[in-house]
């Protein structure tokens, strides 16, 4: 083996369970369960080496061969089109990207239509399919405060359970598109390291 499989896992929730799939699929590196602060964790043996990344900055990593293979939410590949390939979808992460307002909010069809959102380009795209004139306004984060506020009419955000609109008396009034996890790999490491990066795609699929 020449050198270890670079994979780069989002941090969080998604990320350790994404993690287990691939100790299954036969790439563990049981030091990763270690509770520390550590960020790079390797196991020689298996040929694999893994790092926490933001979860928006997995797609990054891998465009640019910092990592071979890694899991990416569908929203960052549509929001970002990174130049990777996708090769799975790991049917984890379950969530959807939607359209949000304040309950009752009746839309004006006359007016240009003022959308806070992170996801600024998957925004555009759906409002431009449909000819409505928007306004967008760029948020890093607590998007569901834009509506409350009056910084904007609705939002365009993911939404998982459900629970943070409700808390915030917001209601989805469209969806956008299903999300799942994704497995993306670099475009020339699948071409020099296509045995490997076949075996993890697929135990990873025999899983799901
Ligand atoms: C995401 C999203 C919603 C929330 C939806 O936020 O932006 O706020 O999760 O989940 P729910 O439907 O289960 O309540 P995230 O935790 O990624 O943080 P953010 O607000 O900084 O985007």
């Known amino acids: 083996m020449d050198r270890m499989l670079n994979v780069a896992l989002p941090k969080g929730r998604l990320g350790e369970k994404v993690y287990d799939m691939f100790a299954r699929a036969g790439f563990p590196c049981p030091s990763i369960l270690e509770n520390n602060r550590k960020l790079i964790f390797e196991n020689p043996e298996a040929g694999v080496r893994?790092?926490?990344?933001?979860?928006?900055?997995?797609?990054?990593?891998v465009e640019r061969g910092a990592a071979d293979v890694g899991v990416a939410g569908k929203d960052i590949l549509l929001e970002y089109q990174p130049e990777v390939y996708e090769l799975l979808d790991l049917h984890t992460g379950v969530c959807r990207m939607a359209v949000a307002a304040p309950k009752g909010f009746a839309e004006d069809p006359m007016r240009t239509l003022?959308?806070?959102?992170?996801?600024?380009?998957i925004?555009?795209?759906?409002?431009?399919?449909?000819?409505?004139?928007?306004?967008?306004i760029h948020l890093n984060g607590s998007i569901e405060i834009a509506p409350i506020l009056g910084l904007s009419d609705v939002i365009v955000d993911i939404v998982e359970t459900g629970t943070t609109l409700k808390e915030n008396d917001l209601e989805v009034?469209?969806?956008i598109v299903p999300i799942?996890?994704?497995?993306?790999?670099?475009?020339?490491s699948f071409r020099f390291?296509?045995?490997e990066i076949r075996r993890l795609a697929e135990g990873l699929a025999a899983l799901v």
């Open 193 to 195: 390291r296509q045995k």
């Open 180 to 188: 799942t996890a994704r497995l993306i790999a670099n475009r020339s």
């Open 50 to 61: 893994y790092f926490w990344v933001k979860p928006s900055d997995v797609a990054i990593y």
């Open 173 to 175: 009034i469209e969806t």
């Open 123 to 136: 925004a555009m795209d759906h409002y431009a399919s449909k000819g409505r004139d928007i306004e967008l």
């Open 114 to 121: 003022r959308v806070a959102t992170k996801f600024t380009n």
